[in-house]
Nanobody
Framework: VQLVESGGGLVQAGDSLRLSCAAS????????MGWFRQAPGKEREFVAA????????YYADSVKGRFTISRDNAKNTVYLQMNSLKPEDTAAYYC?????????????????WGQGTQVTVSS
């Protein structure tokens, strides 16, 4: 599967952004999907995950209550709605997929990655 992220940009603290990740192929509903991010000089970190049918979601503590992951299997797209953005949310955001592991495991196991989209939050 090929993944293409979009929706990043420069915003102010407190603003909202919605990231999208479009997947190729006809078997999108087989994949657990996730979002990760990597800030300059830091390791890539897990942000959120959603199960293949969208029933279960998982979040990093740092974004819980502010970010929402969702998916539309008819459109082969997964979203990350980001509200109340903070400067520490500044990072490149990556979409990831796996059809070998569940959404609860995607933080440790991913098979496919997108190219990333930059989110910059100014104070």
């Amino acid at each position: 599967v090929q993944l293409v992220e979009s929706g990043g940009g420069l915003v102010q603290a407190g603003d909202s952004l919605r990231l999208s990740c479009a997947a190729s192929g006809r078997t999108f509903s087989r994949y657990a999907m996730g979002w990760f991010r990597q800030a300059p000089g830091k390791e890539r970190e897990f942000v959120a995950a959603v199960s293949n049918l969208g029933v279960r979601t998982y979040y990093a503590d740092s974004v819980k209550g502010r970010f929402t992951i969702s998916r539309d299997n008819a459109k082969n797209t997964v979203y990350l709605q980001m509200n109340s953005l903070k400067p520490e949310d500044t990072a490149a955001y990556y979409c990831a997929a796996t059809d070998r592991y569940s959404a609860s495991e995607i933080a440790r196991h991913c098979d496919y990655w997108g190219q990333g989209t930059q989110v910059t939050v100014s104070s």
